[in-house]
């Protein structure tokens, strides 16, 4: 090309600016004496005929005189000149609409103002003389700049003016009963705010209204006494709406969570608390009623509803009391399966013992001995697990079929080699097959009007386990709905049920301020505002946190 005549290139695709620092490098191959080469950003509309930084919406960083040009020929002197050999990078901080320069691994420092508010930009090069080459790279080979560093140390200056925000605690409702409460509070502490000194009493005192109101919410009984006691190890004075009733029997060397034992609601001694946050024998209850979910026991944590929170069970037109039957069913299946696996387990132990027998002998005296194996072949009652289950492979096409199949028909008589303890093993899995059916039944039959698709497939869902005798070894969906995980997420359900029958939100406070700072990063991203890559809270404080 001529010697007056220039030409730029720049990438195909804009760049986003909720990556919050984006950066290349370009690798100066060849250049010419008085050579003009230009590195940094355009926008779409920018001719390619003109060096970066001499057009409007172009941003550009000169080699032959080191001056930045920001869309027009009036540049300033900016950073050192560069050649043949040397590596430069060009960067833009979205957090601050300023672009930023390297020279072999070195910082050059800040630049051009506002640039990619108003408009996309794209990485852009120029040259105007013959035979010059350069190579760009955008992150296939190592950098020269520690660029990691370098985003790090901005996340630190995000996240430093983040902490500094002032907030205005009295706009929360930590869980609260009612709006009166709420004011209440609200009236209370809308002058605490959080100064430069986080340690103040000011700010520890709010967060400790969210802490103990998650763990109330979710059933942390034991984590919320011993976050109780290391408040008041610390001298701090907690509030008589949060205080957790002291006196309750909980053993003081153990903190555990919701899925342990909780004491019955009559052994919780002592007078009732402030129950702004449910630490009152209302939370023992409502622990008892998860724990025995969570246990497989539903018929404690049927008759514990019905005598305590009865109108749970008709919520979304008895939904919650439909899955508990469900779930009251997998478990009676479970409990036939782990029956038939005892008697399997006393069928195979019978099988190795030798059987001792009189053989004659010519001289008709008997002699005694043994035999293993297939001379030892005993014949004993049909097992239940002909009773139990049809090969996997069978198609559960409906509750009905499923029901059908496994339906305990078969009579036995008893060998003369079955023992009392098995003739009772095999009594105990008859009975418990013939219980879970029964269930089964009536369960199908108290729903077979019910046409609601949610309500027809977990029905189809839940009869499907009496298709294996092991429906947890199976894997797949069947494993899924007996498995311990289903268990977790019916007490959840529950326990969140009972929660709105009592006028609580339905997500504690602080996870509700959670979901809705996820939701503002969203929001800020796809309004192109650079800083919220560096404020990712789920990466913060979720994955990055290492037990």
Not at 37 to 57: H, M, Q, T
Not at 240 to 258: C, F, G, Q, W, Y
Not at 306 to 324: I, K, N, P, S, Y
Request: glycine letters at 8%; charged letters at 25%.
């Amino acid at each position: 090309m001529g010697e007056r005549e220039s030409s730029a290139a720049r990438t195909n695709q804009p760049i986003p600016p909720a990556c919050g620092i984006y950066y290349y490098e370009v690798e100066i191959l060849h250049k010419c004496p008085k050579g003009p080469i230009s590195i940094g950003f355009s926008a779409p509309d920018v001719r390619l005929s003109r060096l970066p930084g001499w057009e409007k919406n172009s941003w550009g960083y000169h080699a032959d005189d080191g001056w930045a040009f920001p869309g027009h020929k009036d540049g300033t002197a900016y950073g050192p000149t560069f050649d043949t050999g040397d590596v430069i990078g060009c960067g833009i901080d979205f957090s601050l609409n300023r672009v930023f320069y390297t020279k072999n691994g070195g910082f050059l420092g800040l630049v051009f103002e506002n640039v990619g508010k108003t408009t996309e930009i794209y990485p852009c090069v120029g040259m105007r003389q013959t035979h010059e080459s350069i190579r760009a790279n955008f992150g296939s080979s190592p950098f020269r700049f520690a660029i990691e560093e370098h985003v790090r140390t901005q996340r630190d200056i995000v996240w430093g003016n983040i902490m500094k925000t002032r907030i205005d605690w009295g706009l929360l409702g930590l869980g609260l009963r009612n709006l009166e409460e709420e004011r209440k509070v609200v009236d209370n502490d809308s002058k605490l705010m959080v100064d430069d000194d986080f340690d103040g009493e000011g700010a520890r005192a709010p967060l400790r209204k969210l802490v103990l109101s998650y763990l109330a919410h979710h059933g942390y009984a034991r984590t919320a006494h011993a976050f109780q006691r290391q408040c008041a190890d610390r001298s701090i004075d907690v509030s008589d709406r949060t205080r957790i009733n002291s006196k309750a029997d909980l053993p003081d060397d153990e903190v555990k969570m919701a899925v342990d034992d909780a004491p019955a609601v009559a052994s919780v001694p002592g007078p009732p608390c402030d129950s702004e946050f449910g630490f009152d024998s209302e939370l023992n209850t409502r622990l008892s009623i998860t724990n025995a979910i969570v246990r497989g026991d539903i018929d404690t944590a049927l008759a514990l509803i019905e005598v305590h929170h009865h109108t749970v069970l008709e919520r979304e037109a008895g939904l919650v009391l439909f899955r508990l039957r469900c779930r009251k069913f997998v478990e009676l299946v479970l409990e036939a399966g782990e029956a038939l696996r005892r008697v399997k387990e006393a069928d195979r132990a019978r099988s190795t013992t030798p059987k001792v027998v009189m053989l004659p002998t010519l001289d008709g005296e008997d002699v005694v001995g043994t035999l293993d194996g297939v001379g030892a072949m005993d014949v004993d009652d049909p097992s239940p697990e002909a009773l139990f289950a049809p090969s996997p492979s069978v198609l559960i096409t409906s509750p009905s079929s499923a029901l059908a199949m496994t339906s305990p028909t078969v009579v036995s008589t008893p060998s003369s080699s079955t023992t009392p303890a098995h003739t009772v093993l095999s009594d105990a899995a008859r009975a418990s097959l013939h219980t879970a059916l029964s269930f089964g039944q009536t369960l199908e039959a108290d729903y077979k009007n019910d046409t609601q698709p949610s309500v027809r497939t977990h029905l189809r869902r839940t009869f499907g386990v009496v298709a294996y005798d092991d429906p947890i070894a199976a894997g797949g969906e069947v494993a899924e709905i007996a498995g311990q995980a289903a268990r977790n997420s019916l007490a959840a359900e529950v326990n969140q049920a009972i929660l709105e029958s009592q006028g609580r939100p339905a997500h504690p406070a602080l996870e509700t301020l959670f979901r809705q700072t996820g939701a503002c990063m969203t929001q800020l991203g796809l309004l192109n505002v650079g800083s919220v890559a560096f404020a990712d809270v789920r990466r913060e404080f979720i994955e990055g946190f290492v037990m």
